[in-house]
C-alpha cells in the first residue's frame, strides 16, 4: 500500500495546486520517512513526489524541515539510476532557498556525494548535481 500510495502522490505532485494540498495534508513527513527507510520501489516513488513538490518554494522549507536532505542525498549513492535523477533534481531545487544550502553543505555526508556525482554521473545528472552545488 506504501508504495502505491507514494506513487500516486507522485503522479498528483506536478500539479501545482496538488503540491500545497499534499504539504496541507501531511504528507510531506511519510514521503520523507519513505525515502529513507522504504523499499527501493518506495524510495523511488518518494523521491519522484518530493522532487515535485519542491517545485512549490514553500514545500522547499518543509522538505528540509523533515529531515528530507539525508535521505536524498543517501539516495545519490544508489545503484539505480532513477533514484539518483530524482534525489538529485529534488536537492537542486531544495538548495533555491538559502537555508536549505547551508542545511545541504553542513550535513556531514552532503557535500561529497554531490561532488562524486559531478564525476561518475551522466551529463543529466552532472548538469543537476551543478545545480545543487551553486
Not at 96 to 114: C, Q, R, T, Y
Amino acid at each position: 500500500q506504501k508504495t502505491s500510495a507514494a506513487g500516486a502522490l507522485a503522479h498528483l505532485a506536478p500539479n501545482a495546486d496538488n503540491q500545497v494540498a499534499v504539504a496541507r495534508a501531511g504528507g510531506i513527513v511519510p514521503l520523507v520517512a519513505l525515502a529513507r527507510e522504504g523499499t527501493a520501489a518506495q524510495q523511488r516513488s518518494a523521491a519522484c513526489a518530493l522532487l515535485f513538490l519542491a517545485n512549490n518554494a514553500d514545500n522547499r522549507a518543509k522538505i528540509a524541515q523533515a529531515g528530507g536532505v539525508a535521505p536524498l542525498v543517501a539516495l545519490l549513492s544508489d545503484e539505480a539510476p532513477a533514484q539518483r535523477m530524482y534525489a538529485v533534481q529534488a536537492l537542486r531545487l531544495l538548495a533555491l532557498n538559502d537555508g536549505n544550502k547551508v542545511a545541504i553543505a553542513s550535513w556531514e555526508h552532503g557535500i561529497p556525494p554531490l561532488v562524486a556525482m559531478t564525476r561518475e554521473g551522466g551529463a543529466p545528472e552532472k548538469e543537476e548535481t551543478a545545480g545543487a552545488l551553486r
